[in-house]
Every structure is written in structure tokens, then in C-alpha cells.
């Protein structure tokens, strides 16, 4: 590989690496018992829980680790982590 | 101070991108997320080595949006010197604020030197540490951070041996010593907290100081998920206070209306679990109850009493 001068990389790039493969369990949310607190975005260490308007929170598969510190720190008790079969 | 909250969405700056190689559950990870959140983008960041270095910059890649560049293990704390003099000197001071995060390992014991003259010469820097209380990126090898009682792998708990002898520095009243003039202890389980105080001490001009206790699920033995828990009950225990020291006078304690007995924080990590077993595990457990009741004296921490 051809070094660029100091080792300069681009910004962001290591999105091209789906870390969703790591998993073993994933997260899913029931959103009724969503409360809207955030505790889940503010808390993932992949930045992987997003939300919108329209669909509320969800989950990007492709960066997911798995870790269920998402489910852990719910105040509604509205994540739960299943077994993934792939 | 600004409130911060995450509405999800575009609002999120996500400056640190998804794809980085942590462990599932990172504390430090998570804390470093938090810190570019409250910090924006006009920063540039400096990284020793450590896990942070390792898990964001495979090259080609690199999961930092903002400017960041990696120092030895030892000068964060001078590399960063040189950045803000260098941008003093170009007059471009307004454009960036600079920014080191390093781990326990190259803040307490590595780059203590470095740190030290840092503070001296007053360069306007945040310096944050993220303590994880080890060498977690070469294999859980003991620090001058690691708490006593702790198990790590230059540290082992076995017949004779309980594990970490020596008590943890005092990194946040050797800044003070200092004379810096804003120094704060975070927790990663106090989100907003943390980011509340990188915005101040960023705003703060001259060094600033920030000890940031993270868990680390690999090192500490504990199920990933319990990350933020776990973090938490450090602080809620005791063991961990939460204060902030404006020129050198304690403010912003956070303090507990129902201090907890520090078995409800070692219990839940394979590194103190020789105390629960071993002979003699109740008298270590003691001692660090004593941690923790002295923190609890020095900071008022108990609401009541």
C-alpha cells in the first residue's frame, strides 16, 4: 500500500467497515413503550441508533455491535435484544 | 451553560463515525462520541497511543471528522503544546480550539512529564483523560490508575496476592497544584454531564483538565451492556466523585442521597471477584469501603449528614 505524505488518511473513512458482523444479538424496539429520552443514541458507542420523525428510533444493522447497552439504559423498557440467526 | 439534548436526526454532529474498530460495549468509544458532540467541529484532536488510536485509525481509514493526529505514547500533551503555539504564532488562534484525549496509562504514567510542562507553560489546551484504569489496548497490564483490589495481568490475584496494591493518583489535584485553572472529574455514565463540562473547560482560557473515569468491558470483565451501569455506580458508590475546581476552589460536587455500599460496583466485575472468594477478600473490601467513605468526607458527597 502507497503511504500518502503523513500518513494522512481522509475523513470518516472507516464507514466502509460494517461492523454489524460482530453481532451475535440484536436490539429491536417496540415503540409504544417509547418515551423519546435518547438515553440509546446518547449511549451507543457506534452511533449506530438513529431516529426520525416518522419512524422513530431505529437501528442501522450495518454498525450494530450488538453491545445491548442500548436495551440496558431504556427508561421505557421499550429495547430488547434478540438472538440473531443469520 | 448550554442543556444539551439529543433529538436525534441531523442534530447529531456524529463526528466520530460508525465503523470504528472498539469492542462491542466501549466506554471509551461512547465517551469519545460525547466529546466531539459537546466540542463541534473547530477542534483538532491529539491522540497518543492507546486503544483510541488503535481502534480509529487503521490506515487508510480513519473514523475522526475533525483534524486529529496521533503522538507517541509519551507527548500528547507536547504535540498539542505545538499545535496551539503554532497557531498562535500563524494568528489563526480564533479557527480551532486543540484537543488531547489520551488514555490512563499515557497521562499518569507515560506522559506525566510532558503533561506537567504543558500545564506550566499554559498553553490554551483541553486535555482530557479517559481513565479505564489499565493498559487495556496490550492486555489489561496495571497502571498507576488501576484501583486497588483490582486483578490485571502484571497484577494478578492469586493465593498470596490480592491483586493492585497501590492506590489510584490523584490526577485531578496534581492539575490543581498546577495552578490550571479548570479541572473536573466526568463520568461516561453521566452523558450530559461530560459534555456540560467539555464545553466549559474548552471555553476556559488556558489549560483545562479533565478526568474522565470510562469502563472498559474487556478489561473490567463484565457483560457489554453494563458499560453505562457500571460507570455509573462508581459515582453513585463513592468511589468515583463528580466535582468541578475553578481556580482551585472545589465546586459543582454531585453529590448522593443514598451513597451505596461499594460491593454493589466490585461485585459486578470479573477483576474484583477474587475478593468475594479469597481469604482475607472481606479486609480488602474494607479498605476500599474506606476509599470511598474518605472521598465521601473530603467532597460532602452524602446529602444527608
Same mark, same amino acid.
Given at each position: 500500500?502507497?503511504?500518502?505524505?503523513? @500518513? =494522512?488518511?481522509?475523513?470518516?473513512?472507516?464507514i466502509?467497515?460494517?461492523?454489524?458482523?460482530?453481532?451475535?444479538e440484536?436490539?429491536?424496539?417496540?415503540?409504544?413503550l417509547? =418515551?423519546?429520552?435518547f438515553?440509546c =443514541?446518547?449511549?451507543?458507542p457506534?452511533?449506530?441508533?438513529?431516529y426520525?420523525?416518522?419512524?422513530?428510533?431505529?437501528f442501522?444493522?450495518?454498525?450494530?455491535?450488538?453491545?445491548?447497552i442500548c436495551a440496558?439504559e431504556?427508561?421505557?423498557? @421499550? =429495547?430488547?435484544m434478540?438472538?440473531?440467526?443469520? | 451553560?448550554? $442543556?444539551?439534548?439529543?433529538?436525534?436526526?441531523?442534530?447529531?454532529?456524529n463526528?466520530f463515525?460508525?465503523?470504528?474498530?472498539?469492542?462491542?460495549?466501549?466506554?471509551? /468509544?461512547?465517551?469519545?462520541?460525547l466529546?466531539?458532540?459537546?466540542?463541534?467541529?473547530?477542534?483538532?484532536? $491529539?491522540? !497518543?497511543t492507546?486503544?483510541l488510536?488503535?481502534?480509529s485509525s487503521?490506515?487508510?481509514?480513519?473514523?475522526?471528522?475533525?483534524?486529529w493526529?496521533?503522538?507517541?505514547?509519551?507527548?500528547?500533551?507536547?504535540?498539542?503544546?505545538?499545535?496551539?503555539?503554532?497557531l498562535?504564532?500563524l494568528?489563526?488562534?480564533?479557527?480551532?480550539?486543540?484537543?488531547?484525549?489520551? #488514555?490512563? #496509562?499515557?497521562? /499518569?504514567? &507515560?506522559?506525566m #512529564?510532558p503533561?506537567?510542562?504543558? +500545564?506550566?507553560?499554559?498553553h490554551?489546551?483541553?486535555?482530557?483523560?479517559?481513565?479505564?484504569?489499565?493498559y487495556?489496548?496490550?492486555?489489561?497490564?496495571?497502571?498507576?490508575m488501576?484501583?486497588p483490589?483490582?486483578?490485571?495481568?502484571?497484577?494478578?490475584a492469586g493465593?498470596?496476592s +490480592?491483586?493492585?496494591?497501590?492506590?489510584?493518583?490523584d490526577l485531578a489535584s496534581?492539575a490543581?497544584?498546577?495552578?490550571?485553572?479548570?479541572?473536573?472529574? /466526568? %463520568?461516561?455514565?453521566?452523558?450530559l454531564?461530560?459534555?456540560?463540562?467539555?464545553?466549559?473547560?474548552?471555553?476556559?482560557?488556558?489549560?483545562? +483538565?479533565?478526568?474522565?473515569?470510562?469502563?472498559?468491558?474487556?478489561g473490567w470483565?463484565? !457483560?457489554? %451492556?453494563?458499560?453505562?451501569e457500571?460507570?455509573?455506580?462508581?459515582?453513585?458508590?463513592?468511589?468515583?466523585?463528580?466535582?468541578?475546581?475553578?481556580?482551585?476552589?472545589?465546586?459543582?460536587?454531585?453529590?448522593? !442521597?443514598?451513597?451505596?455500599p461499594?460491593?454493589?460496583?466490585?461485585?459486578?466485575?470479573g477483576?474484583f471477584?477474587?475478593?468475594?472468594?479469597m481469604?482475607? #477478600?472481606?479486609? &480488602?473490601?474494607?479498605? &476500599?469501603?474506606?476509599?470511598?467513605?474518605?472521598?465521601?468526607?473530603? +467532597?460532602?458527597?452524602?446529602l444527608e449528614?
Amino acid at each position: 500500500m502507497k503511504l500518502r505524505i503523513g @500518513a =494522512i488518511a481522509d475523513p470518516g473513512t472507516s464507514i466502509v467497515n460494517r461492523t454489524g458482523g460482530w453481532r451475535s444479538e440484536k436490539p429491536l424496539i417496540d415503540h409504544s413503550l417509547c =418515551i423519546r429520552c435518547f438515553n440509546c =443514541i446518547l449511549y451507543c458507542p457506534d452511533s449506530a441508533v438513529k431516529y426520525s420523525e416518522k419512524e422513530g428510533i431505529y437501528f442501522d444493522y450495518d454498525f450494530c455491535k450488538g453491545c445491548g447497552i442500548c436495551a440496558n439504559e431504556c427508561s421505557g423498557r @421499550a =429495547i430488547y435484544m434478540v438472538m440473531e440467526e443469520k | 451553560m448550554g $442543556v444539551y439534548r439529543f433529538e436525534g436526526g441531523d442534530t447529531v454532529k456524529n463526528l466520530f463515525v460508525s465503523g470504528h474498530r472498539a469492542c462491542a460495549g466501549c466506554g471509551m /468509544a461512547i465517551a469519545v462520541k460525547l466529546i466531539l458532540e459537546a466540542a463541534g467541529e473547530d477542534v483538532i484532536v $491529539v491522540s !497518543p497511543t492507546g486503544c483510541l488510536e488503535i481502534v480509529s485509525s487503521p490506515y487508510p481509514e480513519t473514523s475522526w471528522r475533525v483534524p486529529w493526529i496521533h503522538s507517541l505514547f509519551e507527548n500528547a500533551a507536547s504535540v498539542a503544546s505545538g499545535i496551539e503555539a503554532g497557531l498562535k504564532a500563524l494568528g489563526r488562534k480564533h479557527e480551532a480550539k486543540v484537543l488531547a484525549i489520551a #488514555g490512563d #496509562g499515557a497521562t /499518569a504514567d &507515560i506522559g506525566m #512529564g510532558p503533561l506537567s510542562g504543558m +500545564f506550566e507553560r499554559g498553553h490554551d489546551i483541553t486535555y482530557i483523560c479517559y481513565d479505564n484504569e489499565a493498559y487495556m489496548n496490550t492486555g489489561v497490564q496495571r497502571s498507576s490508575m488501576t484501583p486497588p483490589g483490582a486483578s490485571a495481568t502484571t497484577s494478578p490475584a492469586g493465593k498470596v496476592s +490480592f491483586g493492585e496494591i497501590h492506590p489510584k493518583k490523584d490526577l485531578a489535584s496534581i492539575a490543581v497544584a498546577h495552578g490550571v485553572g479548570y479541572v473536573a472529574t /466526568a %463520568s461516561v455514565g453521566y452523558g450530559l454531564d461530560l459534555m456540560r463540562k467539555v464545553r466549559r473547560a474548552i471555553d476556559h482560557d488556558g489549560p483545562s +483538565f479533565i478526568h474522565l473515569h470510562t469502563s472498559c468491558c474487556t478489561g473490567w470483565r463484565h !457483560p457489554s %451492556s453494563k458499560t453505562i451501569e457500571i460507570s455509573r455506580l462508581a459515582v453513585l458508590t463513592g468511589l468515583w466523585p463528580l466535582y468541578e475546581v475553578v481556580d482551585g476552589e472545589i465546586t459543582d460536587v454531585k453529590r448522593l !442521597p443514598k451513597r451505596l455500599p461499594v460491593e454493589d460496583y466490585l461485585k459486578t466485575q470479573g477483576r474484583f471477584s477474587h475478593l468475594f472468594r479469597m481469604e482475607g #477478600g472481606e479486609e &480488602i473490601i474494607r479498605r &476500599i469501603q474506606a476509599i470511598a467513605d474518605a472521598n465521601a468526607e473530603r +467532597f460532602g458527597l452524602d446529602l444527608e449528614g
